[in-house]
């Protein structure tokens, strides 16, 4: 397929972005979109066939945004690049959104061990994820990974530009009553020599979910 672009927000992700790139689906466009390295990152990204993009406002709504107004294919997707998912599940959640299945496809993160997944960043996601469905919405997941249509992405108009952005697509797919469909998808260890902005820490949890509460409220 050539209507599929893949978003990788990336921030010193060097040591994990040949592995990701390696494994993208043939045809699927990988826009790496640097939001501020200092680790090599871009020239890394476009040494392995990927596009890149530069985002100078720090954040990961920001990085996202940018990416998706790279974008041009009819079909996006959103990926970690810190090897912590595998994009060969990305046909799969296409294929849901291609067939009309879901007009948002979703992984919600199996973790291989408990090294993959801090208890603090699961705790804080399982708060958010039982927030949302109370509203209605079936995830227990805040999609890490996810797919849709560009054009349907655009008319949601998400403005945040931190680590709420994700959060805010949920909750404006639910009050546009999209088909949300969750599926899920291995969640493995960060890749050696790479560490996570928001579940490495608690600090940088708690500011992910300070910033995912703000969107609630």
């Not at 390295?37 to 954040?59: I, L, T, Y």
């Not at 496809?105 to 996601?125: I, K, L, M, Y």
């Amino acid at each position: 397929m050539d209507d599929v672009d893949v978003v990788l927000p990336c921030l010193d992700e060097a040591a994990a972005l040949p592995g990701v790139l390696a494994a993208m689906p043939r045809g699927y466009r990988p826009l790496v979109v640097d939001n501020g390295s200092v680790d090599g990152s871009p020239g890394v990204a476009r040494a392995h066939g990927a596009v890149v993009v530069r985002e100078s406002q720090r954040g990961y709504g920001a990085a996202v945004h940018a990416g998706l107004m790279a974008a041009s294919a009819e079909f996006v997707c959103f990926l970690d690049c810190d090897g912590s998912l595998d994009p060969g599940v990305l046909p799969v959640l296409v294929a849901l959104v291609r067939r009309g299945q879901a007009d948002l496809a979703v992984g919600r993160r199996v973790p291989v061990s408990a090294a993959a997944w801090p208890w603090h960043a699961r705790a804080g996601n399982a708060v958010l994820a039982g927030l949302l469905r109370r509203r209605g919405l079936p995830v227990h997941d805040i999609a890490p990974i996810r797919a849709a249509r560009r054009t349907d992405l655009l008319r949601l108009g998400i403005v945040d530009r931190a680590f709420g952005y994700p959060l805010e697509l949920l909750c404006k797919a639910a009050e546009a009553n999209w088909r949300v469909h969750e599926l899920d998808v291995e969640y493995r260890p960060r890749a050696a020599g790479t560490r996570s902005k928001i579940s490495g820490s608690v600090r940088g949890t708690a500011r992910a979910v300070r910033d995912m509460a703000g969107v609630l409220w």
